[in-house]
T-cell receptor
Framework: GENVEQHPSTLSVQEGDSAVIKCTYS??????FPWYKQELGKRPQLIID?????GEKKDQRIAVTLNKTAKHFSLHITETQPEDSAVYFC??????????????FGTGTKLQVIP | DVKVTQSSRYLVKRTGEKVFLECVQD?????MFWYRQDPGLGLRLIYF???????EKGDIPEGYSVSREKKERFSLILESASTNQTSMYLC?????????????FGEGSWLTVV
């Protein structure tokens, strides 16, 4: 089955700096890679996703890059703000093949933005 | 706006008790999931269901069972709670059986077993 590794487990940055979180996956068939943000005491929510036919996707201060050959993808947050402080999860999902859509999550990165 | 509601946010149960965690979604989603979240271990899939009365084991089903009698409701059952089941439990749903769908999570249920 799919295995997703996520690094680092914790990350502290100064406000205004950039933050990068990296994930690797094992199943070359995976073609959908979402990122979820979980604020303290709240539910995880999708912030950005990328599909395997795209190498990069950007949404304001957030971007995700995908390297299919190396089987890794990264989340980039620029101009970090205190409200970016949260736990971030990457995930990988293979093509649907009947039954259900299997999603494998990384172990999470706790990002702290220091004012 | 999709709503996934977990009825119990915080529970304290004794070892050996039977525990029910209820989850309801209001958007007619076919797929529903129960995850367990522990620090450093991420989100681990316990059970999922892709239709009424259908259930499949996830990665860590031992000590748990589930019930899906109605499409909107998916229950997680701890037959005999143990201290190693102290954790945060997240219910989730996905709209359809296709690929690349957003997962919608509930607010989570914090369970402490003493």
């Amino acid at each position: 089955g799919e295995n997703v590794e996520q690094h680092p487990s914790t990350l502290s940055v100064q406000e205004g700096d950039s933050a990068v979180i990296k994930c690797t996956y094992s199943d070359s068939a995976s073609n959908y890679f979402p990122w979820y943000k979980q604020e303290l005491g709240k539910r995880p929510q999708l912030i950005i996703d990328i599909r395997s036919n795209v190498g990069e996707k950007k949404d304001q201060r957030i971007a995700v890059t995908l390297n299919k050959t190396a089987k890794h993808f990264s989340l980039h947050i620029t101009e970090t703000q205190p409200e970016d402080s949260a736990v971030y999860f990457c995930a990988a999902s293979p093509p649907y093949s009947g039954g259900y859509q299997k999603v494998t999550f990384g172990t999470g990165t706790k990002l702290q933005v220091i004012p | 706006d999709v709503k996934v509601t977990q009825s119990s946010r915080y529970l304290v149960k004794r070892t050996g008790e039977k525990v029910f965690l209820e989850c309801v979604q209001d958007m007619d989603h076919e797929n529903m999931f129960w995850y367990r979240q522990d620090p450093g271990l991420g989100l681990r899939l316990i059970y999922f269901s892709y239709d009424v009365k259908m259930k499949e084991k996830g990665d860590i089903p031992e000590g748990y069972s589930v019930s899906r009698e109605k499409k909107e409701r998916f229950s997680l059952i701890l037959e005999s709670a143990s201290t190693n089941q102290t954790s945060m439990y997240l219910c989730a749903s996905i709209p359809s059986r296709g690929s690349g769908n957003t997962i919608y999570f509930g607010e989570g249920s914090w369970l402490t077993v003493v």
